[in-house]
């Protein structure tokens, strides 16, 4: 009983101190180093910082295909430099060509039918245009001749059958009375054919013949435009074919830089508003860098201020900035560090600077602290709004 009570006190007393302990050990700050690499001195005293995104001076350009298909042709490799309208990737267009021999072939046919279309109506017109030009004096002429011939026909028979009624012993010539008459009546007849002629050719075309031939020249005429506007369709049908074709081959919309290549042969690439790029490209020559600005620095911020970018890594050299442009549009920033003390629930103003002597080694998409000349304190004094009382 004794031994307990003075164990306890002495229990107790050693987890006290071993608290006091731990908890000191806790609070006492690690110790640090010294930094690997001495940060860079900022020039400016006063200054607006943010973090920067390098990018081509044309932005880097997501090139698409304007049609799925299977990619057959590359023509270009990371790091190519191209010209506007160079081609980059081609898909299969297997079935473009033989759209456009089918193309070419309903051509030549609707070609043949406008022609065949065409002569109809050519001689609709002819026969509408001699229908016109009756009576013409050579028919008349003609079919008089053929009423003089057929009268002297006509009497010559009528004088033989008379010589043979006048003939009193006929001997012979008896039977040929009937021959004679019947020759009689045919001349008649044909005088009267031919003098029926000679009417009919004198009172030239009938209008309801003309009405006729003109109505055929008219539909004929019709039939020929539009065998040529089958043709025109044609025409258009082979442009859309060739149009088709081209769609299939991917080129350049500017002259740049390969960035990256994400297109293989035997690939099947979509097409659409959320398919894949098959190639980024940009015009490198001036490498532009988009600034993240806060908004709640934005007031602060003096467009014709000096500007430096810090290259992030072991170099940490600094490269000055020329302004180029401002963003007129504040939006939820994107362009993250990674940096645990980084916030993102944060609106920005991004603000374009272009660099004047880059590194070689610099690239699209690296990260850089930008760090902009602040307005004057005392102008931003002067400019901000005076407190109410």
């Given at each position: 009983?004794?031994?307990?009570?003075?164990?306890?006190?002495?229990?107790?007393?050693?987890?006290?101190?071993?608290?006091?302990?731990?908890?000191?050990?806790?609070?006492?700050?690690?110790?640090?180093?010294?930094?690997?690499?001495?940060?860079?001195?900022?020039?400016?005293?006063?200054?607006?910082?943010?973090?920067?995104?390098?990018?081509?001076?044309?932005?880097?350009?997501?090139?698409?295909?304007?049609?799925?298909?299977?990619?057959?042709?590359?023509?270009?490799?990371?790091?190519?430099?191209?010209?506007?309208?160079?081609?980059?990737?081609?898909?299969?267009?297997r079935e473009a060509d033989a759209r456009i021999e089918v193309a070419k072939a309903a051509r030549v046919s609707a070609v043949a039918a406008a022609e065949t279309?065409?002569?109809?109506?050519?001689?609709?017109?002819?026969?509408?245009?001699?229908?016109?030009?009756?009576?013409?004096?050579?028919?008349?002429?003609?079919?008089?001749?053929?009423?003089?011939?057929?009268?002297?026909?006509?009497?010559?028979?009528?004088?033989?059958?008379?010589?043979?009624?006048?003939?009193?012993?006929?001997?012979?010539?008896?039977?040929?009375?009937?021959?004679?008459?019947f020759a009689v009546a045919f001349t008649t007849a044909q005088v009267a054919e031919a003098e029926a002629r000679l009417i009919r050719v004198k009172a030239g075309?009938?209008?309801?013949?003309?009405?006729?031939?003109?109505?055929?020249?008219?539909?004929?005429?019709?039939?020929?435009?539009?065998?040529?506007?089958?043709?025109?369709?044609?025409?258009?049908?082979?442009?859309?074919?060739?149009?088709?074709?081209?769609?299939?081959?991917?080129?350049?919309?500017?002259?740049?830089?390969?960035?990256?290549?994400?297109?293989?042969?035997?690939?099947?690439?979509?097409?659409?508003?959320?398919?894949?790029?098959?190639?980024?490209?940009?015009?490198?020559?001036?490498?532009?860098?988009?600034?993240?600005?806060?908004?709640?620095?934005?007031?602060?911020?003096?467009?014709?201020?000096?500007?430096?970018?810090?290259?992030?890594?072991?170099?940490?050299?600094?490269?000055?900035?020329?302004?180029?442009?401002?963003?007129?549009?504040?939006?939820?920033?994107?362009?993250?560090?990674?940096?645990?003390?980084?916030?993102?629930?944060?609106?920005?103003?991004?603000?374009?600077?272009?660099?004047e002597n880059p590194p070689a080694f610099l690239q699209p998409g690296m990260l850089v602290d930008v760090a902009v000349a602040a307005k004057a304190t005392k102008?931003?004094?002067?400019?901000?709004?005076?407190?109410?009382?």
């Amino acid at each position: 009983m004794k031994l307990r009570l003075i164990a306890l006190p002495i229990l107790a007393l050693g987890g006290f101190a071993l608290t006091g302990v731990a908890v000191a050990r806790f609070n006492t700050p690690p110790r640090t180093g010294a930094a690997p690499v001495a940060p860079p001195a900022i020039p400016f005293p006063d200054r607006v910082a943010g973090v920067g995104l390098v990018e081509p001076a044309s932005e880097t350009i997501l090139v698409g295909a304007h049609v799925g298909g299977v990619v057959t042709k590359v023509f270009v490799k990371e790091g190519a430099r191209v010209a506007a309208g160079d081609p980059l990737v081609e898909l299969d267009a297997r079935e473009a060509d033989a759209r456009i021999e089918v193309a070419k072939a309903a051509r030549v046919s609707a070609v043949a039918a406008a022609e065949t279309a065409r002569v109809r109506a050519a001689a609709a017109e002819l026969r509408v245009a001699e229908l016109r030009a009756h009576p013409r004096r050579e028919d008349v002429a003609e079919a008089e001749a053929l009423v003089t011939a057929r009268r002297s026909a006509l009497d010559d028979a009528r004088g033989r059958l008379d010589r043979l009624l006048k003939v009193s012993d006929r001997g012979t010539t008896a039977n040929e009375q009937p021959t004679l008459e019947f020759a009689v009546a045919f001349t008649t007849a044909q005088v009267a054919e031919a003098e029926a002629r000679l009417i009919r050719v004198k009172a030239g075309t009938y209008p309801e013949d003309l009405a006729v031939a003109a109505a055929d020249a008219d539909a004929a005429g019709r039939e020929a435009q539009a065998m040529l506007a089958q043709v025109a369709a044609a025409d258009a049908g082979i442009r859309q074919a060739e149009v088709a074709r081209e769609l299939l081959t991917v080129r350049a919309p500017i002259a740049g830089t390969v960035l990256r290549l994400d297109a293989h042969p035997g690939e099947y690439k979509a097409a659409g508003p959320n398919a894949e790029a098959l190639v980024r490209l940009g015009d490198i020559s001036t490498l532009h860098v988009r600034t993240d600005i806060d908004e709640l620095d934005a007031w602060r911020f003096d467009p014709a201020g000096q500007a430096v970018a810090t290259i992030r890594g072991g170099s940490r050299a600094q490269v000055a900035l020329r302004f180029v442009r401002i963003i007129p549009d504040v939006a939820p920033k994107r362009t993250l560090t990674g940096e645990n003390a980084e916030r993102i629930d944060t609106r920005v103003v991004q603000v374009i600077y272009a660099f004047e002597n880059p590194p070689a080694f610099l690239q699209p998409g690296m990260l850089v602290d930008v760090a902009v000349a602040a307005k004057a304190t005392k102008a931003a004094a002067a400019t901000a709004p005076s407190p109410s009382n």
